[in-house]
């Protein structure tokens, strides 16, 4: 559990993309930005406040989330002069480089020196249980898509967010670094040990009231050979009664696969659906969630119109057209 | 990898069940087991000479691998006082425990001064890969389960010699910590990091000649709800030919999931292929390999005869009559 609100490093962003994290904090849960920190240099810019560590110390922030890529894999000495100061200034920090905040002995110290927590959201910080497939109360949906890097993460937190504006209860829960930073939770599930994937999804669900919701992102997909075995954990450990279908049409091959086809909705629907009932019966696709991003609007209307047809299922682009479809499909079950 | 030939430590074993790894390896690989090891009030006995540790280096043994359980969870005084005599000696130390030699300060010293390695067979000691999924040269057969712990590091072990008493090119390949112990090498799969569960598949079974068969441990279950993801990881990373469908048939429920029915073998059959054939579009399953140690003998080959019929697949208890009809079917590929 990370602490909020938070302050957002951009550091010296050299553009907007690096900054993807920072602004996903800030699509997703603009409640926890309170602000931001910029470097010289930085070409990123969140449309935050712009808060000096004691102004942002000030506004109430708890941790400073670096929402920004490093380059060249290296934490430099400018970055790290700013960290030291802001644990001394009394902010945890959050962080889900590859270059973890533990491994530069100046911030072990200066965390240790302070009382500050340096949370690295690539490292599971928990000892998960093996899973033991028990029933729990409430309900779940899981996002499930024909490759990696569909839009997952995106569905699920679309679909939260028409869901609490309907005043349903739901929960994204994360299971990758950058939806754990957002959400100051989670699991980051590509890095837990194989036996514990599915006991760390249940961890992550646990028992809720009958009438919520947990929206859970998925990882990675059952037809993409790399990653497929961390998939089934999820739709193992989450237990769904709910799948969502997530797909980029375009996509000429699978992600890092160049050999592999994407499979199609239908394969993706039937395959999926038979290992879900597994560990429950009930389970049901209720929609499907297309990235249409490289498509033109009338082209991805029409895509979806005729998805529906072919399908029987709700199909919408809930970044792009909303995610009511999704919501309706789930309020009906 | 770890040296062979072994002196197989039995310790103070309070029965022969207690020493199952030293047994699996004079089964298995008895060319490795020149020697055993016995403490005082030792109940159990491979039928292998007993040497003491000087012996055991004149007779050449490379490495004393502790091939029995441990009580209550701890490395006994008495054991780490052979462990360090063993180091002094010039043997590697090997074990599956899951308490680590290499969190013993005087057996980590004792290595450390006589240039000597510790094998903690529980923990990676390679940096594997991301699955990359592209085909390799040679063949590959995978066991797999309708549950966990139903057969398959024997129904792999029995193939393996069957085919190496015909003359053909076969290799097991280790992902449990028995098997590593037996064969010397593998993958400790459940202690893997998720997102390198199928890479570390594809490093264990790399290319090879045409004619060659990499004969693969299975682990859990595509439904065992706790290990799935583990299961799927080696039907990609392993991108077998041939399945071969382990059994168990008088077993109550999944292990350790008391809400949990087995699935039938028609159930595993039809959901194994059509994920085996998202990374090997040839794969074929080629016969069922039947655990009947609770049966009589009548009714286990009755209980054979009848799947045969059902499946339309070989049908054997490998263990018990012989692994001859599922090395046919492989030989028929």
Same mark, same amino acid.
């Given at each position: 559990?990370?602490?909020?609100?938070?302050?957002?490093?951009?550091?010296?962003?050299?553009?907007? +993309?690096?900054?993807k994290?920072?602004?996903?904090i800030?699509?997703?849960?603009?409640?926890?930005?309170?602000?931001q920190?910029?470097?010289?240099?930085c070409?990123?810019?969140?449309g935050?406040?712009?808060?000096?560590?004691?102004? @942002?110390?000030?506004?109430?922030?708890?941790?400073?989330?670096?929402?920004?890529?490093?380059?060249?894999?290296?934490i430099s000495?400018s970055?790290?002069?700013v +960290?030291?100061?802001?644990?001394?200034e009394?902010?945890?920090?959050?962080?889900?480089?590859?270059? /973890?905040?533990?491994?530069?002995?100046? /911030?072990?110290e200066?965390? /240790?020196?302070?009382?500050?927590? /340096?949370?690295?959201?690539?490292?599971?910080e928990?000892?998960?249980?093996?899973?033991?497939?028990?029933?729990r109360?409430?309900?779940?949906?899981?996002?499930?898509?024909?490759d990696?890097?569909?839009?997952?993460?995106?569905?699920?937190?679309c679909?939260?967010?028409?869901?609490?504006?309907?005043?349903?209860k739901?929960?994204?829960?994360?299971?990758?670094?950058?939806?754990?930073?957002i959400?100051?939770?989670?699991?980051p599930?590509? @890095?837990?040990?194989?036996?514990?994937?599915?006991?760390?999804?249940?961890?992550?669900?646990p028992?809720?009231?009958?009438?919520?919701?947990?929206?859970?992102?998925? &990882?990675?997909?059952?037809?993409?050979i790399?990653?497929s075995?961390?998939?089934?954990?999820?739709?193992?450990?989450?237990?769904?009664?709910?799948?969502?279908?997530?797909?980029?049409?375009?996509?000429?091959?699978?992600?890092?696969?160049?050999?592999?086809?994407?499979?199609?909705l239908q394969?993706?629907r039937?395959?999926?659906?038979? +290992?879900?009932?597994?560990?429950n019966p009930?389970?049901?696709?209720?929609?499907?969630?297309?990235?249409?991003?490289?498509?033109?609007?009338?082209e991805?209307?029409?895509?979806?119109?005729?998805?529906?047809? &072919?399908?029987?299922?709700p199909?919408?682009?809930?970044?792009?057209?909303?995610?009511?479809k999704?919501?309706?499909?789930?309020?009906?079950?």
């Open positions: 559990m990370i602490d909020t609100p938070y302050l957002l490093f951009l550091g010296d962003a050299p553009d907007a +993309l690096a900054a994290v920072a602004q996903g800030k699509d997703w849960r603009p409640e926890f930005a309170l602000g920190f910029r470097m010289p240099g070409k990123a810019d969140m935050l406040q712009d808060m000096t560590l004691a102004e @942002a110390k000030a506004a109430g922030c708890k941790t400073l989330v670096v929402g920004v890529a490093n380059r060249g894999g290296v000495e970055w790290v002069k +960290l030291v100061e802001a644990l001394a009394g902010f945890d920090l959050a962080s889900g480089l590859h270059n /973890l905040l533990k491994d530069e002995p100046v /911030l072990v200066a965390a /240790l020196a302070f009382g500050r927590k /340096l949370h690295d959201v690539r490292v599971p928990v000892d998960y249980p093996i899973a033991n497939g028990k029933k109360s409430g309900k779940r949906m899981l996002a499930v898509g024909t990696c890097s569909v839009g997952k993460m995106y569905t699920a937190l679909m939260e967010k028409e869901m609490r504006a309907r005043e349903m739901a929960t994204f829960r994360a299971t990758g670094q950058t939806g754990i930073l959400t100051g939770n989670g699991v599930l590509d @890095a837990v040990v194989a036996d514990f994937m599915a006991g760390s999804i249940e961890w992550l669900t028992d809720n009231d009958p009438d919520h919701w947990d929206l859970i992102e998925g &990882q990675g997909s059952l037809f993409h790399s990653y075995g961390v998939t089934l954990a999820l739709v193992h450990g989450g237990q769904p009664d709910a799948l969502v279908l997530c797909h980029e049409p375009t996509r000429p091959h699978m992600r890092g696969l160049p050999d592999y086809t994407p499979p199609t394969s993706l039937d395959v999926a659906l038979l +290992l879900a009932r597994v560990g009930a389970c049901e696709v209720v929609g499907i969630s297309v990235n249409t991003q490289h498509m033109g609007e009338a991805a209307l029409a895509y979806l119109q005729a998805l529906e047809g &072919q399908l029987g299922l199909a919408t682009d809930p970044f792009r057209f909303g995610a009511g999704l919501v309706d499909a789930l309020a009906a079950i």
